[in-house]
């Protein structure tokens, strides 16, 4: 255990103490993870993560703090195992801060203006504060826009994610005891196995997908069950001796489909949250008085805020959809803004659609391995 | 031996492969990057298209990572595009507009730039290592490549390369082996500088745009300027002003359809027409107007003659309200016809036949409502008959009548109207055409030449005037502590007579600059284009008989001869659309002058003030009075005191109320006559010009001048007799020496640089002149109802001389020095602000970061002599 990982928090202790207890069965299963219940054997192989809430706030934990310390240390110390991986995920650190610095520079130093251009610099920063946030927003959230129906129509979750166990480069200077406790410090996780972990998700990669993390290896489980049921889903026929070779061509051009409509419609919904942000009824937000003018009780205060934005919001979206309030229409901006939010919606549905149509279906419902041969022996580089 | 190998698929089938062809690996196709700076962008542009095909390819389920990966950059690109697209449907201007786009080209250049500029040049000065090197794959894929550092294709750089690198980075030649020492080393300072990167890469991208716009944005500004210049002057001399448009535009056609469509009938109004004419540009409130009088006298002819059409007519007009009324619309049809219009039945035939051929519209009306009314009295009776009589107004008759004159179109009228249209539609076009013109030199927008001078001209004063940004913050507000500052900023630049001329130069040069451009070359040529403008449309109008409209563009009664004007020009011109242009454009350019004018005035106060030539001038104002006026005379600190008041906030209304000083009273015109310099012409004439020689033969020769052409011409003399021209013009303008030097030589600096020569003295001079002549003057009276164009300003102030607008008092005033001072400083406070805290940050960011970069790569020797195989 690592001294980083102890600062940081990462629940490491409850991994390691959970070791001697019994391994329940359904630990096994390829839809139940819990951290706190598997065996110290299972930390050294790569293992799939259910998609709900708790994974996804231990991997947010795990890469944040992670940016914030071990990341950047071994980056900065030019250490041998600081990968793509590491590198990636301090991209997120760029991302925050530039969404931070847009907004210091739109509204840093308009209170120093005088009083009459700091109301107008302010009602424009504010502005372009939420442009900032929305942007933000509106990127990540869309992606969920594509990624739940093609989940749902045919049970390939893009998101599904899984911890990776890599094996670190071991130290060339291992004797040296200074060295060493240095290395030890920046290496990561569980410094003990020599391993580190990455939180990836399954079908990042298109080229290389890790389908077999989907099967179930437990004893008297059938071992294709994950796949069995993308079949059964996307109509490839039911009790199929090789459903995975069936249906791994399949999962990877849906993965591609609906990832090339993410990345394109993202953008999209990102400009039309900053060109809802710019709208004029948010400046309303700006006067809200501090609570002790209003003599309303905090219950009361927080219903009032939450009604004034709810009515900003709503007036906003209307106000984008309009090109202006109150009679003020600018009809460029109108123009402008609903075929921004037309494009986007446009990628996102053809998206959707594009992704979910199932061409192995149209003419050969029984596919024979010959099919996946060519298939996959067609796949070129680039 | 065969090189024929069979291969056995799984569903029995064979495949023969010829190993002599295939059995080797491929070699490898990849290659570093090395693009020469002039070949980027269409690097640049490849690049996109590639990549704009990856989503192409990931849309077929195709793409590969890399592709996939390299769509965010096209999505990326797009979605600045849209949110540029957005944000510039709210700027009105256009170089903000501009500034849009730049802003997000500036911000995507900042994304790729920064560490190229910041991170990767540095190091790869001091190690030979470039981190942003890129290369391309065996299969065409385009990477970094250091961006995985535990993936680095070393065979892409050949020992040559490699052992460079060591070179600059110091490696000792004895190490063993050395190349992975180098590569070691050149991976470890990828893996630092790629985290640098994206350290620094969140705040440096988003203050780099700034910074970088922020810069860019007066070039931009000076660039778009000229261009506007250039190409809409372009655009006025390829104006074939004589060369009629063949209006050949959708909106032509649609007007010519209308008009086909309408052939053999009527139309019942104007309104579409009009819409038609005007071309939906309603740009004077005027244009619909005249079209209307015109097409009015076109379409209509008076038709006094009662047939089965009107009577028709009246009934088509009549039957709805009657309807509404009550009666059925079958007991009205036979009411009509009952009563026979046509027949014999005596009464009302006999009415028709009363009305001759010349019977007036009011007979009409009369013998249409006796129809009605029978019609009425006859029919329905009680109640509902009064209830229906009420209905028959006058005005229902006028629109029975109206609808009955109305001409039917025929060819000719539709010919007519076609040729209206494209005289209307080139009209338009030329007009456009010097709207443009005019906007890019002294229009009222944020885009015209003047608005730009007048942006910048506050700054470089106050850098001038050695003001920093603490006093700023104080200048930027409204009171007496910003004043008061002010004030002492101009008490202690006027004690420095360098500095006081180059401020003054300063101001000098921006009016210098916008008068190359306006001045009285330009003024001409613009009267030309409008009078050429305004002559073609008003004859060709006029021919067409629309003569209402032709009058409304060039003026009623417009009789040319070849001398010139006919007398009556002022008011034949009144209230044409030749005249409005014409005027706008002058008050535009004196409003913008004025102002600055007023600046130069209010420091040159000061400096005489402070010289003392301001009491010298006091004195000899005094000794000139009359015996009747001289107890009046002030008190000279109280004159003093008022005189800065004047100059520094007295808007037009305070130049209306005539100034009294603590019991003593001095006419407000002395008054102005000092602050706005010009003595009167025979004080300067007999106290100034003459004292300045005592030679008897010289005098007479300059009296003789006067007597001819007034002090204009005892000045022409006495320049030809060598008098200093400076003392001479002090005494004309009244400036200070100082003042008057620093004028002319902005002035001779803008002969240089751009051939043209302005004469900044002799403009002030006439403006000094018209404030007189018209602010001063206390027979002048505001007469708010006179329009604007009763005036000509072109300096000779030709008839009503006690007469003004409020428009061209406000223009001849022009803003305070306060005022501009303030709204500069206000601008100039925040701008000061905002790069002081974020250049200073932009600047120890980039310094930090460059610096950092000196601390990386660094391998101990001892590890570089370890022989172990992991060193790697």
Known sequence: MSKISAIIGFKQNKISSGANQDVTSNANSPYYFDPTRVSKDELKESKLLPNNLKTKWEIAKHKCLNTLSVYPAKGFAGDKNSNFYEFLTMGMFPYVMGSLTFMALFNGVTKYFAPRCADAAKKYGFGMALGVIFYGLAKSLSRKLISTPVAIKTGIDMDRPYRKVVDLIPNPSQNDSTQNKKEKLLSGMNKEDNTAFEYHTAFESVDFPRTDLFYNRAKGKKRNEYYDMIAQKNGFGTNLNDSDQEVKPFIKEVVTKARTAQNISQYLWAATGVALGVQEPWSRLINIKPRKYTGLSIWGYAKDITKTTGKAFIDSCKSLFNGGTDGVINKKSRYVGRTIIALAAATTIFGILNAIRNPYMKNNKNMSDSKIFNDSSKVKED | ?872
């Open chain 2, 1 to 872: 031996m065969t090189s024929l190998i069979n291969l056995v698929l799984n569903d029995k089938r064979t495949i023969t492969l010829d190993t002599s062809k295939n059995i080797k690996p491929e070699k490898p196709k990849g290659y570093l990057v090395n693009t020469p700076f002039y070949k980027v962008p269409v690097e640049y542009f490849g690049d996109l298209a590639k990549d704009t095909y990856g989503i192409v390819k990931g849309w077929r389920g195709q793409a590969n990572d890399h592709a996939l990966g390299k769509q965010n950059d096209v999505g990326l690109k797009l979605g600045a595009a849209a949110i540029a697209a957005y944000l510039l449907t709210f700027r009105q201007a256009k170089l903000p507009k501009i500034m849009e786009i730049v802003g997000a080209t500036t911000f995507l250049s900042s994304m790729a730039l920064w560490p190229k500029l910041a991170i990767a040049l540095p190091l790869k000065a001091r190690t030979g290592v470039d981190i942003q090197q890129k290369y391309v794959d065996s299969y065409g894929r385009k990477k970094y490549f250091y961006m995985d550092s535990q993936y680095l294709p070393w065979d892409l750089y050949s020992k040559e390369q490699i052992n460079k690198m060591g070179q600059k980075m110091k490696v000792p030649l004895d190490v063993p082996n050395r190349d992975e020492v180098i590569r070691e080393k050149a991976r470890k300072l990828s893996v630092q500088g790629n985290t640098l990167w994206m350290a620094t890469a969140g705040f440096a991208t988003p203050i780099m745009t700034a910074l970088v716009c922020n810069a860019l944005e007066p070039v931009i500004e000076k660039a778009k300027q000229n261009y506007d210049l250039k190409k809409t002057q372009k655009v006025m001399d390829s104006l074939n002003l004589n060369n009629s448009n063949t209006a050949s535009s959708k909106a032509a056609k649609e007007f010519d359809a209308l008009i086909e469509s309408h052939i053999g009938q009527r139309f019942e109004t104007n309104k579409e027409l009009i819409e038609k004419l005007n071309l939906g540009k309603y740009r004077t409130a005027l244009f619909p107007e005249k079209l209307n009088t015109d097409l009015d006298r076109i379409l209509s002819n008076v038709n006094n003659d009662i047939n089965k059409e009107y009577v028709s007519r009246i009934y088509d007009t009549m039957i709805e309200p009657l309807s509404k009324a009550g009666i059925e619309k079958k007991e009205l049809e036979e009411a009509f016809k009952s009563m026979n219009l046509y027949g014999k039945q005596k009464d009302v035939v006999s009415k028709f036949k009363a009305i001759k051929p010349s019977s007036t519209a009011e007979d009409l009306r009369s013998v249409t409502k006796e129809i009605l009314d029978k019609l009425v009295t006859e029919k329905v009776t009680g109640k509902k008959g009064k209830a229906i009589k009420a209905l028959i107004t006058n005005e229902q008759i006028d629109n029975v009548i109206n609808l009955h004159n109305r001409k039917i179109i025929d060819e000719d009228i539709a010919t007519q109207l076609k040729k209206v249209f494209k005289e209307m539609s080139n009209y338009f076009r030329r007009e456009e055409a010097l709207k443009n013109w005019e906007n890019a030199r002294f229009g009222n927008n944020a885009d015209s030449m003047a608005a730009y001078s007048w942006k910048r001209v506050s700054n470089e004063i106050f850098s001038a005037m050695g003001i920093n940004g603490k006093e700023l913050d104080i200048l930027k507000n409204e009171g007496p502590a910003s004043k008061k500052l002010f004030e002492q900023k101009v008490e202690k630049l006027v004690q420095n007579p360098e500095k006081y001329k180059k401020v003054i130069s300063k101001i000098a040069k921006k009016i210098a600059e916008f008068d190359t451009v306006n001045n009285e070359a330009s003024r001409t040529q613009y009267r030309n284009y409008v009078d050429t403008l305004c002559d073609l449309s008003q004859n060709g109008l006029s021919k067409l008989g629309f003569t209402s409209t032709a009058n409304y563009i060039g003026g009623r009664n417009k009789i040319f001869d070849e001398t010139g004007l006919l007398l009556n020009e002022r008011e034949a011109l009144s209230g044409s659309i030749r005249n409005y242009k014409k005027v706008v454009r002058d008050f535009n350019v004196l409003g913008e002058r004025a102002s600055l004018y007023r600046l130069i005035q209010t420091l040159d106060l000061y400096k005489r003030i402070n010289d003392g030539t301001f009491e010298a001038e006091y004195k000899e104002i005094c000794s000139a009075l009359s015996d009747q006026m001289k107890y009046r005379k002030p008190n000279y600190k109280d004159l003093v005191k008022l005189s800065k008041q004047v100059m520094m906030s007295a808007g037009p209304g305070a130049h209306e109320v005539k100034h009294n000083l603590k019991g003593r009273y001095m006419t407000y015109k002395t008054l102005t006559r000092l602050l706005f310099g010009a003595m009167p012409d025979k004080f300067v004439i007999n106290n100034v010009i003459m004292n300045m020689t005592s030679d008897k033969n010289e005098r007479a020769i300059i009296s003789a001048a006067a007597e001819k052409s007034g002090l204009k011409g005892a000045y022409e003399a006495a320049l030809e007799l060598g008098f200093d021209k400076v003392k001479l013009n002090k005494y004309r303008t009244g400036l200070a020496e100082e003042t008057l030097q620093s004028l002319y030589e902005a002035s001779i600096q803008k002969v240089e640089r751009n051939g043209k020569a302005v004469d900044l003295v002799e403009n002030i001079k006439t403006y000094m002149q018209t404030f007189i002549d018209k602010v001063s003057n206390y027979r002048a009276k505001l007469n708010p109802r006179m329009l604007l164009e009763e005036h000509d300003v072109s300096g000779a102030m030709k008839g009503l001389p006690d007469r003004m607008s409020p428009t061209l008092k406000a223009k001849l005033v022009g803003s305070t020095t306060e005022e501009l001072i303030r709204k500069g400083a206000q601008e100039a406070a925040n701008r000061l602000k905002w790069l002081k805290v974020f250049g200073i940050s932009g600047g120890v960011l980039l310094v930090g970061t460059v610096l950092a970069t000196f601390f990386f790569g660094h391998l101990p020797l001892k590890e570089m002599y370890m022989k172990d195989e992991n060193k790697r």
